[in-house]
């Protein structure tokens, strides 16, 4: 039976992967704003995070309008919820990526500290993470997202080896110190919207499977 | 009628004493291994573990005339829980329903097959009176049917046929059934006009307390608000919350939303068959048949 529901999850399903979208770009222009030491970009993504925060606002009635009006059940209700978390996700990631754009607005008022090798190289890794994370709530792939879920420990190793790195510029030379600190940040931000990401795979399992799978300690 | 090994039926005329004695040896031998629990249950649908069961179903077929309506039903109902049974028109769910207390006895041409067990006896025992049964088994229907009487009548009558005429007592059941019922503060005042002059939801709860006035074990309810006003639906739903303290509830019901609203345990049936017997909380938002999914999500048919 074709039903007037089912136009109105493929709606909730579209806007969240504009938002997606949008958020992924965020991430990307950051780090263009850093590499590139250019504060015009850093301020447009600042900018268009109150896009991301309309469409997380938007998505949010949705859901409760959906909620309310057609009282989904089973794969709809699980449908239905994990699309209102994984916005506030999405919500969040584009709040860090405006948080290093700060960062690195303040970076490029003094000379570059290093060359930015691991920094790039882990917020490539991080946005392929958020994109198949998408993918899979899109296609509903629990095992596109348990793949996801295996990609976080590379993160989190990128993360610590950077800090150690910087923290060796700190101890040589306290010039660095202001500059390195911010670095340290914006590595930490990058693990985040891995977390995040972590988060949304999570979240694709359970709306697949019906298992939370959050919290648990992997086998 | 033709009445084949397993078969029982529906009403063993004295003229059949024989055939309802080796359907007593059938009956007894399957008793030899009494089910409790969950847990020894041999059924495959025993979602619950530790609640002791009121109700075992096992290997149960249904016919009208030629046409089989239940299907190898096998199915636990756990004491003091309610249970719902949902599926669309024609899945059976009904008819099981009214298996529980024989009230398909007085259906012609129909046929049952396997085992009903009440705290481990077979109802379906030509020995088993189906009037008692119906004392412990009481049943509220779709349509609201309180007796042309008044209210007090209404309650008082079922003590009454077992012989109970001390007023003191009577009064007393009646109070407490109403009370039981959620009605007491409603018609205290007109006990004793007609209960056609109550509200349908007052009505519905009047014949719920009728129900109760002779203290049954377990209360069948066959859509019981479907011509109720959401209000009544409401103070009806919660009732059986409070019910279930005291007695067994089965609830069929077509609205999902009450299902998932008021049950512990929902069975899901189609086409006479138990598709998916399992917690409510499951049923409704990880269910592990496709078809009860396609059912509860509205996409069915």
Redesign the interface.
């Known amino acids: 039976m074709k039903r007037h529901f089912d136009d109105e999850l493929a709606d909730l399903k579209q806007r969240i992967l504009r938002m997606g979208a949008v958020v992924e770009r965020q991430i990307r222009q950051a780090l263009i704003a850093l590499v590139d030491r250019d504060d015009l970009v850093a301020n447009q993504v600042i900018q268009n995070d109150r896009q991301v925060n309309t469409m997380d606002v938007e998505i949010d009635e949705l859901c409760l309008e959906l909620l309310a009006l057609h009282q989904p059940a089973a794969r709809d209700l699980r449908f239905v919820t994990t699309a209102m978390k994984i916005s506030t996700e999405l919500e969040r990631m584009s709040d860090l990526a405006e948080n290093i754009c700060e960062r690195a607005i303040e970076l490029n008022a003094e000379p570059q500290l290093k060359p930015y090798i691991d920094i790039p190289l882990m917020a490539e890794r991080g946005i392929k993470m958020v994109s198949e994370s998408l993918d899979a709530f899109v296609r509903g792939d629990s095992v596109l997202a348990r793949q996801v879920l295996n990609e976080d420990d590379y993160i989190d190793d990128l993360n610590e080896q950077i800090f150690r790195e910087l923290l060796s510029f700190m101890i040589e030379n306290p010039q660095t110190i202001s500059r390195a600190i911010r670095l340290s940040f914006i590595s930490k931000y990058i693990e985040r919207i891995a977390d995040h990401a972590t988060n949304v795979a999570e979240l694709v399992v359970y709306m697949v499977e019906g298992k939370i799978i959050r919290h648990t300690i992997p086998t | 009628m033709e009445i084949g090994q397993n078969s029982i039926e529906k009403s063993v005329s004295p003229a059949k004493t024989t055939n309802a004695k080796s359907l007593r040896l059938v009956v007894e031998t399957r008793q030899t291994n009494p089910v409790k629990t969950f847990s020894d249950s041999q059924t495959t649908h025993s979602p619950l573990t530790d609640v002791p069961a009121k109700i075992v179903i096992r290997d149960m077929n249904f016919f009208y005339g030629t046409v089989q309506a239940l299907k190898d039903v096998n199915m636990t109902v756990p004491a003091n829980k309610v249970t719902a049974f949902i599926g669309p028109s024609g899945c059976g769910k009904s008819t099981l329903l009214r298996c529980l207390n024989r009230l398909n006895d007085l259906v012609d041409g129909t046929r049952i097959e396997g085992t009903i067990l009440l705290d481990e006896e077979n109802i379906y025992r030509p020995e088993v009176d189906a009037t008692d049964l119906r004392t412990r088994v009481g049943m509220v229907f779709q349509k609201i049917n309180p007796f042309p009487k008044t209210v007090w009548q209404n309650v008082a009558y079922g003590p009454q046929l077992q012989k109970i005429r001390k007023r003191a007592i009577l009064d007393d059941i009646v109070e407490t059934s109403l009370q039981r019922a959620g009605l007491w503060e409603e018609v205290k005042d007109r006990l004793h006009a007609s209960a056609l002059g109550l509200s349908g939801g007052q009505q519905q709860r009047l014949c719920i307390a009728r129900a109760l006035a002779v203290n049954p074990e377990v209360l069948l309810l066959d859509e019981p608000c479907s011509a109720l006003d959401p209000i009544s639906t409401g103070r009806i739903e919660e009732l059986l919350h409070t019910l279930k303290e005291r007695l067994t509830v089965v609830i069929v019901t077509h609205n999902?939303?009450q299902a998932?609203r008021v049950s512990d345990l929902t069975g899901f049936f189609l086409l006479g068959e138990l598709i998916e017997f399992d917690d409510t909380k499951k049923?409704?938002?990880?269910?592990g048949d496709s078809r009860?999914?396609d059912y509860?999500?509205?996409?069915?048919?």
Do not use: H, L
């Open positions: 999902m939303q998932a049923i409704f938002t990880n269910p009860t999914e509860v999500t509205g996409r069915f048919g």
